[in-house]
């Protein structure tokens, strides 16, 4: 897991708001291949599948399927919970076509996990399919605003409980196709 003070200093505005750079691309691909090697090692002897959560994991489940070079099934599943800036406490999902998932290692790639409460219904869901096993990988995990007690198995950046924009992540939908990963500049 990687974590340091970051550096800040360009710009950007969404909508009414200002962000500045919290993650790079060098620091997102660091940690991504750093990621997919640990996967690949726990999963050599295993075709798992790799559920992507819509719409934030967009990006960083493109570039981890780009890094993980054993074989494997990816699916999606699309799981909402925010409005605007805040979390409504109750999850959407919805399955992207039909999963098999019995007797299957399944992997959830998130974008960011944050209180886990989509994690923890997801979790739930899959339950209902008998899979062998479910894990997680996240780029981005918010250890403090945590509240369930599932592990989160692989995780890229342990960030503070800020709001974060980009690589996925929206500010009222806006914003999901930046490159790097910026932070509301009012929590600087």
């Known amino acids: 897991m990687y974590f340091r003070k970051r550096f800040f200093g360009r710009m950007i505005t969404v909508r009414d708001k200002q962000f500045d750079v919290y993650l790079s691309q ?8 750093r990621v997919a090697r640990n996967l690949m ?4 002897d295993s075709t798992p599948i790799f559920l992507g959560i819509l719409h934030g994991s967009f990006m960083f489940f493109s570039d981890l399927m780009k890094e993980y070079r ?18 409504t406490g ?10 098999d998932l019995e007797g ?25 399919h008998n899979p062998k096993s479910v894990k997680t990988c996240t780029l981005l995990f918010k250890k403090e605003a945590y509240k369930q007690n599932l592990p989160i198995d692989y995780v890229c950046f342990e960030v ?10 929206d500010y009222d939908g806006l914003g999901r196709n930046l490159p790097e990963v910026y932070i509301l500049k009012e929590d600087l």
Not at 160 to 167: A, M, P, S, V
Request: aromatic share 8%; proline share 0%; charged share 30%.
């Open 160 to 169: 503070d409980n800020k709001f974060l924009l980009g690589y996925g992540l």
């Open 104 to 128: 299957r290692d399944v992997i959830l790639v998130e974008d960011i996990v944050d209180t886990g409460n989509t994690l923890k219904a997801l979790h739930d869901h899959l339950k209902t």
């Open 70 to 87: 054993l074989e494997c099934e990816v699916g999606f599943l699309k799981a909402s919970s925010y409005l605007g800036m805040e979390t």
């Open 90 to 99: 109750r999850v959407k999902f919805h399955e992207a076509g039909e999963l």
């Open 41 to 44: 090692h726990d999963y050599r």
């Open 26 to 33: 060098v620091e997102i691909a660091n940690e991504m291949e």
